[in-house]
């Protein structure tokens, strides 16, 4: 059975991003020949509606719209991914709150935080991290939840408030993501950045790059631990 790397993308602030980076996640680990599925845990089921767009020609991604849940069926069998899947990307609602964090923390290997660059945005990330935290500590997993900075215009200062921030708990700020139309043009035809021909999304790759190598380091480190575990 190959191993699954489970991404799994939160913030109680609405409008950061979640989708806009799961969605994007999903499609490059798709575009690249992974086996991936895309767990939607927002009522809204914006991820799930992205993928209903995705053209059928396009590197299928298995939907799981995790928040349809009823009781008419068991929970694992509705959450079931596909034998031999690689890659799990799980988008999450806004205002989940810490029993929320508990539930999709569970099996993540990795916990990625969109953060806009406004004040109000950081105060708020700031707490949702401090949540995280408290209950990533019962998890022993601080080091595998990495903040991305989201609709960035231009180098901010604001910024540097969160860097100390992050710095002050060791979490890693991985990469920065521009402000750009290309997003939204994507997500209308149910692809991701990765999958337009645009001369003009070449920076943005490399942003994503930065994220890539991180996700593909942990998972290396995951399983010198687990070889070494036995
Ligand atoms: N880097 C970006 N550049 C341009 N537009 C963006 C970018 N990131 C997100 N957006 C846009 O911002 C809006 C909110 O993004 P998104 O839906 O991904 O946030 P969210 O955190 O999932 O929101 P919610 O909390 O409501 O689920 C969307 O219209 C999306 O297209
Ligand atoms: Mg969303």
């Known amino acids: 059975m190959t191993a699954s790397q489970r991404i799994v993308i939160l913030n109680s602030k609405g409008g950061c991003g979640k989708t806009t980076l799961a969605t994007n996640l999903a499609a490059y680990y798709a575009h690249h020949g992974f086996k991936t599925a895309l767990l939607d845990y927002d009522p809204q089921g914006s991820a799930t509606f992205w993928l209903s767009k995705r053209p059928s020609t396009r590197a299928k991604i298995q939907a799981i719209p995790a928040y349809k849940y009823s009781h008419s069926v068991t929970r694992s069998w509705f959450l079931r991914v596909e034998p031999n899947t690689e890659r799990i990307i799980v988008d999450s609602p806004a205002g989940l709150e810490m029993s929320g964090f508990q539930q999709l ?32 500590k019962q998890h022993r997993r601080r080091q595998r939840i990495a903040v991305i900075a989201n609709r960035v215009r231009k180098n901010l200062l604001v910024y540097q408030k969160l860097e100390r921030f992050l710095k002050s708990l060791g979490i890693p700020f991985v990469t920065t993501l521009r402000d750009t139309t290309l997003y939204v043009q994507a997500a209308d035809q149910g692809l991701g950045m990765h999958e337009l021909h645009s001369y003009r999304n070449r920076d943005d790759l490399d942003s994503w790059q930065h994220l890539i190598t991180w996700l593909d380091q942990l998972e290396k480190n995951e399983s010198r631990r687990d070889d070494s575990a036995g």
């Open 105 to 136: 923390l569970d099996k993540a290997d990795a916990i990625l935080i969109p953060v806009l660059p406004s004040d109000i945005d950081i105060h708020a990330a700031s707490h949702c991290i401090a949540d995280l935290l408290l209950v990533a």
